[in-house]
């Protein structure tokens, strides 16, 4: 496809990226909206696939870098004409990574209750917690499977198969949601939370197969795992353990999040659950645009054109604020109907509102923050963001999270907090790369 930095052909990568991405997202929000309105223990029932969702974000971020691992691999050799090169790598990165899922499974299974005492349930959200991870685990290898083939599809700068793959698994979650969880009457009981399990289970089975599908049949790219292992395997191994590193920063964030909020009780955590489900909606959205720097910055580099970096750079800003801003506008809008589609319990709306504009003020600044981290996932600089995401938590969340919660501002601190921290990761990488390829981009 051609890649000139117009509006139109950047919408090409970054419409389907975006419809892809929010996938994930919209599989939690359907779970959130459909158990949140159940006919009992409605609060209980949100707050533990909140607290759920938190831990399997975590293990599904950690593994699934492979995604940017693979695409900044495929695309910089793309760039470079020399992608022969590495046509064996994915089969070899989806091997390895599923192997890692599984024994994720069998290490995590067995402990469920006491990995989610850790996040402060307790009594009914404990159990309703330890029922739900026990079915949607088992979904986990099928999900790094589909993200493996996805950073595939991406290096070769193809986002619209991932976006069919993404609109047929949402699809189905949703269907098998409200038939599972509440039923129809003669053919299946009401499973209640765990009917919400098994659909999601469903759905990335499904997306695992339609993406090995796809793979095999619009590529020549294989699936058959060969030895020895690729020379870029190194390389690759290297940027998924800066990633994991990064990762885990990442979700040291969102677990201390999820415990205070857990603490404070349970109209708290269910709040809690809605506004960050509503958050990673708004980060997918944006990060569709982050896909397209993302897919072209890996090219443009191994094609060594800074010029055309550069200014990508500065197209993507404007793209990725103007999307913020019509996120906030649309947000602001819709304010007081938004929460009333995940739950009916006033004690929850209440804590909702009083933190919902500060989700959708992020909006912007998230823009900014998640452009230039796809930019630098393409460009392979994996240590850069790993070092900034471990100061951005350990120098500015957490301190201000304590000290904000010291003043019993409760679900305030927790989003006042990864406000600055959103800003500490977008500022540095902005003067990182304007300093590295500005210079570079007058020479060509």
Not at 104 to 115: D, E, K, R
Not at 202 to 212: E, R
Not at 237 to 249: D, E, G, P, Q, Y
Not at 381 to 406: A, E
């Amino acid at each position: 496809m051609k890649t000139d930095i117009t509006l139109k052909n950047i919408n090409k990568l970054a419409i389907p990226a975006l419809i892809a991405g929010v996938a994930e997202p919209i599989l939690s929000l359907t779970d959130t909206a459909i158990i949140g309105n159940v006919d009992y223990n409605a609060a209980e029932s949100l707050a533990a696939v909140g607290i759920v969702g938190t831990f399997i974000s975590m293990l599904i971020w950690v593994l699934g870098q492979t995604r940017s691992a693979i695409s900044s691999i495929v695309s910089q050799h793309l760039g470079a004409n020399k992608l022969n090169k590495v046509k064996n790598l994915p089969a070899q990165a989806i091997f390895i990574i599923t192997s890692l899922s599984i024994l994720i499974i069998v290490t995590t299974w067995p402990f469920a209750s006491q990995i989610f005492k850790l996040y402060n349930a307790s009594n009914l959200i404990l159990e309703y917690s330890v029922d739900y991870y026990h079915i949607r685990v088992f979904g986990f290898p099928f999900t790094l499977f589909t993200i493996a083939i996805f950073g595939t599809f991406r290096g070769l700068q193809n986002t619209y198969y991932p976006m069919i793959i993404a609109i047929i698994g949402t699809i189905v979650n949703i269907i098998l949601d409200f038939a599972l969880v509440y039923g129809i009457e003669g053919i299946v009981n009401p499973m209640h939370i765990k009917g919400a399990a098994y659909a999601s289970v469903i759905a990335q089975v499904t997306m695992a197969l339609c993406s090995a599908y796809f793979l095999l049949k619009k590529t020549d790219i294989s699936l058959k795992v060969t030895f020895p292992f690729n020379p870029e395997i190194k390389n690759f191994v290297f940027m998924i353990l800066n990633l994991f590193v990064r990762t885990l920063a990442l979700n040291a964030t969102l677990y201390f999040a999820t415990r205070f909020a857990t603490s404070y009780g349970t109209e708290y955590i269910a709040a809690y659950t809605i506004a960050i489900n509503l958050w990673f909606l708004g980060a997918f959205i944006i990060d569709g645009y982050a896909s397209a720097g993302n897919i072209l910055s890996g090219k443009y580099l191994g094609a060594k054109n800074y010029k055309k970096l550069v200014e990508l750079s500065q197209f993507l800003i404007k793209c990725g604020i103007g999307v913020g801003i019509i996120l906030a506008v649309l947000g602001l809008v819709s304010y007081t109907f938004i929460g009333s589609v995940f739950t009916q319990d006033q004690l929850v709306l209440n804590e909702f509102y009083k933190v919902f504009w500060i989700v959708l003020a992020m909006q912007p600044l998230c823009a900014l923050a998640f452009i230039f981290d796809g930019m630098f996932k393409g460009m392979g600089k994996m240590k850069f963001l790993r070092n900034l995401l471990l100061l951005s938590t350990g120098l500015v969340f957490i301190p201000v999270l304590f000290w904000l919660d010291s003043f019993d501002l409760k679900l305030y601190a927790i989003f006042i907090a990864l406000t600055l921290w959103i800003i500490a990761r977008g500022i540095p990488l902005i003067i990182k790369f304007r300093q590295q390829f500005l210079s570079l981009s007058q020479k060509t």
